[in-house]
């Protein structure tokens, strides 16, 4: 159904209607930049900040608030969901995600459990609900998920890498046991993003931020028809962003894929990169996040430089090509915000 003329503007540009002004929000925009943030991590661990529906629900709408932008995003984690299938996650201080016990071999896929009920991470729906409640109605509330490729990644990795030669190296070593694991991450995936809608959430944004490791045949080979199973399985009602990073070479295979929204990073320009996508698919990007460590005036120069290759059409949301870094002064997220609410 199309909104109504009094609908957020985000989700208008979701569905590549037309808005007053481009909308804009900011991908880890509750975060370690913010000093109320880093308070409150200094008194709880990271997975207690997630689990806890309370903590989360504060921390996403604050930063929602003191920034002014047209969309939160609930506070969570893209790896929560390996703990109900069987796998060990911890957040290691100074070392990021770490799995204790990872896919090292093909028989290593046959211990993990399906997930047939949200439940395990009913904590997580309990905070879209509770976020929801808290938010007025013109901002709405995006949930999301890891992508079956980059959860992958992480399982098999046991935490970040460089190169992903242990994922890459066992897709191509039993891809039998590849396609057995993506089809259990993605079956979960579906699960987990249908309960979030169901809780509150009105968008779905999905992260697949090691997708941009792979070559255009490998993703066609062995991501593609996971995720185009994926979108299929979530709610034909409620906008989907398909997200990833390094994605210049993929982005007609992910749009292929699925996704209401394609986002881009900052090594696309974002008109070159929606004339190849077409219009049947809004966009979402790009700055570069370090651009918000420059001078208010070069902030202004670049975020102008994209609103000018959008030029007013619908479905252009604003946002960076990745997250947040932790270094970025709060004012110039708010003064990016302002920027972008001026005008196209």
Known sequence: MPDSPEAPRFLKACRREATDVTPIWLMRQAGRYMADYRELRSRVSFLELCKTPDLATEVTVTAAERLGVDAAILFADILLILEPIGLDLEF???EGPVIHNPITESSDVDRLRPMTSAEPLGYVMQAVSQIRAALPPSIPLIGFA???????????EGGGSRHYDRAKAFMYRDPGAWDVLMRQLTDATALYLRAQAEAGAQVLQLFDSWVGNLSPFDYKRFVQ????????ALPADVPTIHFGTGTATLLEAQR???????????????DEAWNRLGPEVAIQGNLDPVVLLAPIDEIRRQARRILDQAAGRPGHIFNLGHGI??????????????IVHEGR
């Open 256 to 270: 292929d894929a699925g996704g209401s929204v394609i986002g881009l990073d900052w090594r696309v320009e974002l």
């Open 325 to 338: 870094l932790p270094s970025t002064p709060v004012d110039h997220v708010r003064a990016l915000v302002e």
């Open 92 to 94: 290691a201080k100074g």
């Open 146 to 156: 890891g992508a079956p490729f980059t959860l992958a990644c992480y399982a098999i």
């Open 225 to 232: 028809p996971h995720m185009r199973r994926l979108f299929d």
